[in-house]
């Protein structure tokens, strides 16, 4: 059964830091990237990041470029986003999938069409 769980939102102020989990079952990085996308109130489901455990690869969209940084712990079949220098504007549920497809610059890696429930970032001014 391939299912994943998000942990680690919470609420921070600007300038702040968090670093968010996606354990992942079912499934290994090296079959299926996996991406982090968030969506805020009444706005669309965005692309923030995608590694892929095939080639080692990671993409960022431009808006979290330097600020966010994702890794892999393969032991624990875990994947994490490092979020610094957070902003208001990156205030969001926070989703991981098995797929990258929405991710700025990401090629057409294979992905699969499932989602976790969401972990809420809030960051405040």
């Known amino acids: 059964e391939v299912y994943l769980v998000e942990s680690g939102g919470g609420l921070v102020q600007a300038g702040g830091s968090l670093r968010l989990s996606c354990a992942a079952f079912?499934?290994?990085?090296?079959?299926?990237?996996i991406g982090w996308f968030r969506q805020a109130p009444g706005k669309e489901r965005e692309g923030v990041s995608c590694?892929?455990?095939?080639?080692?690869?990671?993409y960022y969209a431009d808006s979290v470029k330097g600020r966010f940084t994702i890794s892999s712990d393969n032991t624990k079949n875990t994947v994490y986003l490092q979020m610094n220098s957070l902003k208001p504007e990156d205030t969001a549920v926070y989703y991981c999938?098995?797929?990258?497809?929405?991710?700025?610059?990401?090629?057409?890696?294979?992905?699969?069409?499932?989602w976790g429930k969401g972990t809420l970032v809030t960051v405040s001014s």
């Open positions: 999938a098995p797929r990258c497809d929405g991710v700025p610059g990401t090629p057409s890696y294979y992905g699969m069409d499932y």
């Open positions: 079912g499934f290994t990085f090296d079959d299926y990237p």
């Open positions: 590694f892929s455990g095939s080639d080692g690869r990671r």
